[in-house]
C-alpha cells in the first residue's frame, strides 16, 4: 500500500525556486527571440478547442495549432543551453522521496519494461520533475503571466499537493444528454445530483478529451447542451497508475451508471415521446489536479454510449426532445421514487434498454419482462391473466391514452401474442402480431405501444403513494 506523502513544506519551498527559475529562463528566451528572429515560429498546443458561436442549438468547435503558446516545449528545447540548479534540485528530492517515487512508479519502483531502455531511462524519471516544471509554467503563464505571484502559484500547487497527499479524491461526473433542450434553470434533483447547462469552460475540455480518443461517433458526443451532473463522488488514490486506470475504465462507473438510468427513467416517463441517450462519462477533478500538459482544466473521458442508434441521423434537437420548465418538478418526483421503490429497479434497467433498441422487434422482450416485474412479481402462474387484470386496475386508477379498463386488458394480451412470436422464433406469426389495431380502426406497432404503455405504467406505480408492490394493485378493485 502507497504511504501517501505530506512533507509540503519541503516539497513547496523547493518548487517556487525552480518556478521562478523557469519563468525567467522562459521570458528571456521570448524576448531575445524578438530581438534576433521574429520570423521564427513558436511552439503552440496542438489541436488547441476553440468554442464557436452554435449550430442548430448545438455546440460547435474548431481546432487550432496558432492559439496558445506551449511555454513548457520552450522550456524543455532549451535545457541543454541552460543552467537550472533549482530544477536540479527539485528533482533530486523528487528521486529521493520514497512516497513520491512510489506514487508515480518512478526511481527505485520503475517499471522493468522500462529499466532496460538506458536511453529513456532518464527522460522517464525526469517527468515528474524537470518536465513537469515545464508544463506546470506554461499553465501558469497563461493564468497569471511571467511574473510571479504567490496565489496564483498557490492555485495550481495545492491541486498537486493533493494527488500526492491524499488517499482519496474527489470528482464531479457530467453525463451529457444527447439533442435534448431544456428551458431554463438548473434541475435539481438532490444537494449533489442534478441537470446543468453544460458550463463552456467544461464543453472546452470535454472538446480536448474527445479529440484525443476515437469515439463511436463524434457528432453525436457534442450533440448536448445539458448534462446529468453529479457531484461529490470519492475515488481511491493508491498511485498515479491506478488512479488513470480507476478513472478510464467503464467499470469504475457502475454505481454512476445506476443513478445515471434512473434519472433517464424518469426523463423517460414523464416526457413520453423523448428520444435521448449518453455517449459517455466526463469525470473531472474537484481540488486536485494530475495533469498539467495543457492550459485547459483536466478531465476524464470514457467513451461508453448507451442511445438509439437513429439519434446518429439527427443534426439539430428534435421538438419532441424540448422539456418546459412546468416538467422539472414532476421529474424531480418520479425519480426520487423511482430511487426509493427498490421493486422497480429492474423495470428502470429494462425501460432503458427497450428505449435504446426500441426500433427492434426484441424490445418487446425487454418492455415484457420489466411488465412483469411490476405487476406479477408476486407469483409465476397465469402470469398473462394477471398482468393483463391488474395493468386494467392501474389503468382505471390513471388512464392511459384514453382507453378503457376493458381495452387496456385485452391490448395486453395483444402485446404478449406478439412478445410470444418473438420469443419462440415464428416469424410468420411475428408478423402477423406486428400490427395491433385500437379503437377507431387505428393501427400501432405492437413494441411501439407496449413501450409508452410500459413509461405509462412504472410513472403511474411511482405516482401512487398506496402501491408499493404488485399485490397493493389488487387493492383498487374495493377502492
Same mark, same amino acid.
Given at each position: 500500500?502507497?504511504?501517501?506523502?505530506?512533507?509540503?513544506?519541503?516539497?513547496?519551498?523547493? *518548487?517556487?525556486?525552480?518556478?521562478?527559475?523557469?519563468?525567467?529562463?522562459?521570458?528571456?528566451?521570448?524576448?531575445?527571440?524578438?530581438?534576433?528572429?521574429?520570423?521564427?515560429?513558436?511552439?503552440?498546443?496542438?489541436?488547441?478547442?476553440?468554442?464557436?458561436?452554435?449550430?442548430?442549438?448545438?455546440?460547435?468547435?474548431?481546432?487550432?495549432?496558432?492559439?496558445?503558446?506551449?511555454?513548457?516545449?520552450?522550456?524543455?528545447?532549451?535545457?541543454?543551453?541552460?543552467?537550472?540548479?533549482?530544477?536540479?534540485?527539485?528533482?533530486?528530492?523528487?528521486?529521493?522521496?520514497?512516497?513520491?517515487? #512510489?506514487?508515480?512508479?518512478?526511481?527505485?519502483?520503475?517499471?522493468?519494461?522500462?529499466?532496460?531502455?538506458?536511453?529513456?531511462?532518464?527522460?522517464?524519471?525526469?517527468?515528474? !520533475?524537470?518536465?513537469?516544471?515545464?508544463?506546470?509554467?506554461?499553465?501558469?503563464?497563461? #493564468?497569471?503571466?511571467?511574473?510571479?505571484?504567490?496565489?496564483?502559484?498557490?492555485?495550481?500547487?495545492?491541486?498537486?499537493?493533493?494527488?500526492?497527499?491524499?488517499?482519496?479524491?474527489?470528482?464531479?461526473?457530467?453525463?451529457?444528454?444527447?439533442?435534448?433542450?431544456?428551458?431554463?434553470?438548473?434541475?435539481?434533483?438532490?444537494?449533489?445530483?442534478?441537470?446543468?447547462? &453544460?458550463?463552456?469552460?467544461?464543453?472546452?475540455?470535454?472538446?480536448?478529451?474527445?479529440?484525443?480518443?476515437?469515439?463511436?461517433?463524434?457528432?453525436?458526443?457534442?450533440?448536448?447542451?445539458?448534462?446529468?451532473?453529479?457531484?461529490?463522488?470519492? &475515488?481511491?488514490?493508491?498511485?498515479?497508475?491506478?488512479?488513470?486506470?480507476?478513472?478510464?475504465?467503464?467499470?469504475?462507473?457502475? #454505481?454512476?451508471?445506476?443513478?445515471?438510468?434512473?434519472?433517464?427513467?424518469? *426523463?423517460?416517463?414523464?416526457?413520453?415521446?423523448?428520444?435521448?441517450?449518453?455517449?459517455?462519462?466526463?469525470?473531472?477533478?474537484?481540488?486536485?489536479?494530475?495533469?498539467?500538459?495543457?492550459?485547459?482544466?483536466?478531465?476524464?473521458?470514457?467513451?461508453?454510449?448507451?442511445?438509439?442508434?437513429?439519434?446518429?441521423?439527427?443534426?439539430?434537437?428534435?421538438?419532441?426532445?424540448?422539456?418546459?420548465?412546468?416538467?422539472?418538478?414532476?421529474?424531480?418526483?418520479?425519480?426520487? #421514487?423511482?430511487?426509493?421503490?427498490?421493486?422497480?429497479?429492474?423495470?428502470?434497467?429494462?425501460?432503458?434498454?427497450?428505449?435504446?433498441?426500441?426500433?427492434?422487434?426484441?424490445?418487446?422482450?425487454?418492455?415484457?419482462?420489466?411488465?412483469?416485474?411490476?405487476?406479477?412479481?408476486?407469483?409465476?402462474?397465469?402470469?398473462?391473466?394477471?398482468?393483463?387484470?391488474?395493468?386494467?386496475?392501474?389503468?382505471?386508477?390513471?388512464?392511459?391514452?384514453?382507453?378503457?379498463?376493458?381495452?387496456?386488458?385485452?391490448?395486453?394480451?395483444?402485446?404478449?401474442?406478439?412478445?410470444?412470436?418473438?420469443?419462440?422464433?415464428?416469424?410468420?406469426?411475428?408478423?402477423?402480431?406486428?400490427?395491433?389495431?385500437?379503437?377507431?380502426?387505428?393501427?400501432?406497432?405492437?413494441?411501439?405501444?407496449? *413501450?409508452?404503455?410500459?413509461?405509462?405504467?412504472?410513472?403511474?406505480?411511482?405516482? !401512487?403513494?398506496? &402501491?408499493?408492490?404488485?399485490?397493493?394493485?389488487?387493492?383498487?378493485?374495493?377502492?
Amino acid at each position: 500500500m502507497t504511504t501517501h506523502f505530506h512533507d509540503n513544506k519541503t516539497l513547496k519551498s523547493l *518548487l517556487i525556486p525552480a518556478v521562478k527559475e523557469a519563468l525567467e529562463q522562459i521570458d528571456a528566451h521570448l524576448k531575445n527571440r524578438n530581438k534576433k528572429d521574429r520570423s521564427a515560429r513558436l511552439p503552440k498546443h496542438y489541436r488547441y478547442p476553440v468554442l464557436q458561436p452554435a449550430e442548430n442549438g448545438l455546440p460547435k468547435f474548431r481546432y487550432t495549432e496558432t492559439l496558445k503558446t506551449d511555454h513548457a516545449k520552450i522550456y524543455t528545447d532549451n535545457a541543454p543551453d541552460s543552467r537550472r540548479p533549482f530544477a536540479d534540485a527539485f528533482h533530486e528530492y523528487i528521486m529521493n522521496s520514497d512516497p513520491i517515487c #512510489q506514487y508515480f512508479g518512478i526511481g527505485p519502483y520503475t517499471p522493468e519494461s522500462v529499466r532496460k531502455f538506458d536511453e529513456i531511462l532518464d527522460n522517464y524519471n525526469s517527468m515528474h !520533475s524537470h518536465f513537469f516544471i515545464g508544463h506546470f509554467c506554461d499553465c501558469y503563464i497563461h #493564468q497569471s503571466g511571467f511574473g510571479f505571484d504567490q496565489a496564483s502559484f498557490d492555485t495550481l500547487y495545492e491541486p498537486f499537493f493533493r494527488i500526492l497527499s491524499s488517499p482519496t479524491l474527489e470528482v464531479n461526473i457530467y453525463v451529457p444528454i444527447i439533442y435534448t433542450s431544456f428551458e431554463a434553470g438548473d434541475l435539481e434533483l438532490s444537494e449533489q445530483q442534478s441537470i446543468v447547462k &453544460i458550463p463552456d469552460s467544461i464543453l472546452l475540455t470535454q472538446a480536448k478529451q474527445l479529440d484525443q480518443i476515437t469515439p463511436r461517433n463524434r457528432s453525436i458526443s457534442i450533440a448536448a447542451t445539458h448534462a446529468i451532473l453529479l457531484q461529490g463522488w470519492q &475515488i481511491p488514490n493508491e498511485s498515479a497508475k491506478d488512479l488513470r486506470i480507476t478513472l478510464h475504465h467503464p467499470s469504475a462507473y457502475t #454505481q454512476v451508471k445506476k443513478t445515471v438510468n434512473t434519472i433517464f427513467a424518469a *426523463l423517460r416517463v414523464t416526457n413520453p415521446t423523448l428520444d435521448t441517450g449518453y455517449s459517455h462519462f466526463l469525470s473531472v477533478p474537484v481540488g486536485w489536479r494530475s495533469e498539467f500538459s495543457t492550459p485547459i482544466a483536466q478531465a476524464i473521458l470514457v467513451d461508453d454510449p448507451y442511445y438509439p442508434q437513429q439519434l446518429e441521423n439527427l443534426i439539430s434537437c428534435p421538438e419532441s426532445n424540448y422539456i418546459p420548465f412546468s416538467k422539472h418538478l414532476e421529474i424531480s418526483i418520479v425519480y426520487h #421514487q423511482l430511487k426509493r421503490l427498490g421493486n422497480l429497479e429492474l423495470a428502470v434497467n429494462r425501460l432503458n434498454k427497450a428505449c435504446i433498441n426500441r426500433l427492434d422487434d426484441d424490445s418487446i422482450i425487454d418492455i415484457a419482462i420489466a411488465l412483469e416485474s411490476i405487476l406479477t412479481s408476486d407469483s409465476k402462474s397465469e402470469i398473462t391473466y394477471r398482468l393483463a387484470t391488474r395493468a386494467a386496475l392501474l389503468c382505471k386508477l390513471n388512464p392511459f391514452d384514453g382507453h378503457t379498463a376493458e381495452e387496456i386488458f385485452n391490448l395486453c394480451k395483444k402485446i404478449y401474442d406478439f412478445r410470444s412470436s418473438v420469443v419462440h422464433g415464428e416469424p410468420a406469426k411475428q408478423e402477423k402480431k406486428r400490427i395491433i389495431t385500437l379503437k377507431e380502426n387505428k393501427t400501432v406497432k405492437a413494441n411501439e405501444f407496449a *413501450l409508452e404503455f410500459l413509461k405509462h405504467i412504472i410513472k403511474t406505480v411511482a405516482l !401512487s403513494p398506496g &402501491i408499493k408492490n404488485s399485490a397493493d394493485i389488487d387493492k383498487q378493485l374495493f377502492l
